[in-house]
Every structure is written in C-alpha cells, then in structure tokens.
C-alpha cells in the first residue's frame, strides 16, 4: 500500500491480479513496471510506483469469455435484472469506491502528474457523475413505468441493454472519463471489458475489490497490458458490440477495423480537438486572457477541451499578446502536491521532445516565441511557450499539441476565419469572447454549425457533466453527459400487445403478479 504522505513512495504497489468473472485471479506471468516522471531525488530520476500484468492474447480472450457468459446474449442475470436491483449493485460501488479517495488522488497525481486539487476534482466529480447516473436511471426508470396506446396496441416501451462493451479510458482523465463510459455501460445493463490507459493504471487497483464485491460475476472486467496484443485480439472476435473510447481516433479506426461484423459494431468515442478562441475587438481583455490561460494551459493542456489555438483580432493583438505572455511566465511550475502550482510534470517522457519539435519548426516558419521562460526544457517539462504568429504550414496549426505550447494566430475579416475554422477536421467547442451583440449573433449561429459548444466569455470544458459532450467530424462519435449515456449504452425495446381483454387480462396478471422485471409501472423512488 502506498503510504498517505503526499510527496513520497514508501512502498511498490505491484497489481499482480486482474479481474475476470467475479474473482481477482493470480497474474504470474510478465509485470511491466509502472513510472512516475516526477523525481524526488536532487538528481533526476523518474520514480518506480509499482507493476502491472502484462498480459496476453489468451488470458485477454478468457476474460471476454466471461463477459460474454455473464450477458449471455441478453439472457444472463444481469441484463434482465431489474432496474432497482442493478441500482442497488452501483450504490454499493460508489459507497466502496469513496472510501478510496486518498489513495486513488495520491496516485492520480504521481501518475499523471495532475495537481492535488485537479486530482481531488476528478475524483469527487466522478463520485458525482456515479450519483448522477442513478438519479437519472430512476427518472428514465420512472418515464418508462407506464403504457402507450396507439392505434390500437399497447406498448410498454423501455431502454435494454446493447450487449458487451470494450472500454478504453484515455491517461489525462483516467479515472472520470473512463467511468463517464464505464458507469452508465454498466447500469443499463451491458457487461464490460475494461483496459486502463498505459498512464493513469495504479489508481484503478484501490477500487479493483469495489467493482469485484459490487457486481455479479463477469459483469465488469479488467485487464492489462498493450493495446495491440489484448484489445485487438478482443476485437476480433467480433463478441464486441460496443467500442467506447476516449482517446485518438487512430486507436479508435485500428481496433474498429478488426472488427469482423462492423454493421453490428457501436461507437462512442470522444477523440482529438483543438479548440479555438475568437477574441473579437470589443472583447473585455482582462477576462479573455484569464480564461485563454486557464484554456489553455490548465493541466498543461493536456485535455480534449482545452484551447490548442488561439484567434485574435489585428486591433488588440499587440495588447493580447503581450499581457498573455506576461501571464503566462507567472505560471508556477512545481510538483503536483505543492501549493499554487499551475504546471506539472508531464507524465509521457517523450513529451518535452515533441513539444520542442512543434515550437523548432513554428520557429524555421516564422513564428517567435514571445515569452522568456517559453519553451525551456528540463527532464520532465517544458515550459510553455507562446507562439506568434503562427499559420496554416505550422505542425502546431496542424496537429493537437496536448501540452504546454499556445499558438496564436491573429485575424482581421472574421468571414476568413470561420472558412478557416470550417475546415478544420475537429470540430468540438470554441471560446467566443465579445460583447457586440449585432457582431456575436451572426457568429454564434454559424459557430454552433462548426462545434458542438461555444463558450461565450469563457474557456472550453467539459462539465458540468450534465451538459451533452460531443464533437463533429473527428472529434467524437455520439454524445455523453449523465442523461445521453445511458441512451448511448441502451436501445428502446418494448412488449407490444393489441388492446383487447384477452391481452389486457394478460398484463394486468403480469404486472400485479410482478414475476416479469421488465413489465412494470412500479414507480422507482
Ligand atoms: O480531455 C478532455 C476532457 O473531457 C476535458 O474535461 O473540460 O472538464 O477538463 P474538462
């Protein structure tokens, strides 16, 4: 167990078990080491946190088998139990899983280096989303408790499950993203396969005995190990009905490739983006670089939402550029734990490397960089820079940074830049800042065409979770938020009968007798 002292690790957390059909079985087969890049020597030195099983093509296999037993092709106990049964399994879940909170925040911020506070955010938000998601079951629960008559035919029409899901969580929000998947799949009964992302894996091992005591047998699975030698080989099979992942959308067509039943095959997937911020020449400036800041470089830019570029008018550039750069250089960098620190060691140790390559070639094309400590490199960071100006031939303008580096692109005719803004092949949200309304009206009505979210006067975001998270072209496939996932994880299903005694007599029976955990008006608390 890891001790509770934020700043140290005392003791290896070797998660030699995996999860398959109810049991933690025995992994004694190759453990991959799992590293922090946070070093707490005076030399560097990336920390050992502990092992994962590295696991392989048949065990991979035998593990789906048990997700495969337990839906059963919808005749196993799970996805014909009742409503108020698969809701007691979560609660049980989400009362074991809070009594984890301090280790899995320790965790979160040694493996992914996100800050203390960041970290007890995601955890205490999931939590949420949990209560959430059980809320909104109930109510689902409770609009599907009755019968519909049309035509002729009574129809008692609710929401089943798909079948079995493949869950792959991305490493920046391991644990909320991956449950904002993972949670509603379970609840509307499918049963799962679930791999956590390469960084952000030992957090899961304090909650491993929670799903295991929670949920019946083969419900919900866990395995370790490459992508390529476990998902894949799943994938195969063609067992799977539904791929959610939250990752790239490279990941996301391989494995939907392998698959050999496409027409069968759902999608939820929330992929890459780069979100842009307008800032239009009335803008309150104060308040634009704030949020730019925050959108940008919050958890060093390693998030789907945050801001990847940023658009601002000729008029105020020079004004923008210069206090941004300037707030940017008062960002404190410092380990996770730390009091008012803003910037954190990446977690990929390749990271310095490529965001360096993105500001060497902005440099060979014209860009500066306008901020002193901008692009300093040490062995786990690099401090972000601010890059001006910045165009289209740019492998910062082109590619999702996801990390510390802000390019800025300035504009005169906003026609040209929503053309440009059209083109882009992400279309998830964007930060409008302006207060003309006669200027903001006509953009607002094309921007919502080009993304899915525009924040006025406001950075990106996700939450709150309630709200839809969504994305055009290549940055999503479907919709998430408490309310949508549990429609994205389910299919409407019904009994239809013809109103007539006879058939009438039959569901009276059925629902007073209450033998059918489908058919009922019982109202859920
Ligand atoms: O990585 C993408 C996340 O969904 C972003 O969530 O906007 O709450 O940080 P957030």
Known sequence: MLNTNLDTIDSLLHQNTYLDNGKLVNWDGKMDEVYSTISTSSEYKPTLLGTVPHMDEPTALAVLNSAVNAYDKGKGQWPTMRVKDRIECMKSFVEHMQTKRTEVVKLLMWEIGKTLPDSEKEFDRTVQYIYDTIDNYKQLDRDSAKFEKTDGINAHIRRGPLGLVLCLGPYNYPLNETFALLIPALIMGNTAVFKPAKFGVLLLSPLLEAFQKSFPAGVINVIYGRGREVAVPIMKT????????????????????????????????????????????????????????????????????????????????????????????????????????????LPEPNKPAYIKELIEDAKEKGAKILNKK?????????????????????????????????????????????????????????????????TLAPLIDVLVNLVCRVNLNSSCQRGPDVLPFTGRKDSAVGTLSVHDALRSFSIRTFLASKDNPHNNDIIRKLLESKTSNFVSTDYLL
């Open 238 to 345: 063609g067992k799977i009905d539904v791929l959610a992942l939250i990752g790239h959308s490279t990941s996301a067509i391989a494995l939907q490739d392998q698959h050999p039943y496409k027409n069968r095959l759902r999608l939820i997937l929330g992929l890459e983006a780069k979100n842009p911020a307008i800032i239009l020449p009335d803008a309150d400036l104060d308040l634009a670089i704030e949020e730019c800041l925050n959108g940008s470089l919050s958890y060093n830019g390693q998030r789907c939402t945050a801001l990847k570029i940023i658009y601002v008018h000729d008029d105020i550039k020079d004004e923008f550029n210069k206090r941004f750069s300037k707030r940017v250089d008062e960002l404190k960098f410092g380990q996770p734990w730390e009091e008012g620190v803003k910037l954190t060691p």
């Open 374 to 438: 901008g692009g300093t490199v040490t062995d786990n960071y690099i401090y972000p820079a601010v890059l001006y100006p910045v165009n289209e031939s740019m492998r910062v303008y082109q590619e999702e940074q996801f990390g510390p580096v802000v390019p800025i692109k300035s504009f005169n005719d906003i026609q040209e830049l929503l053309d440009e803004i059209a083109k882009s092949n992400y279309g998830q949200q964007v930060s409008l800042f302006g207060k003309n309304v006669d």
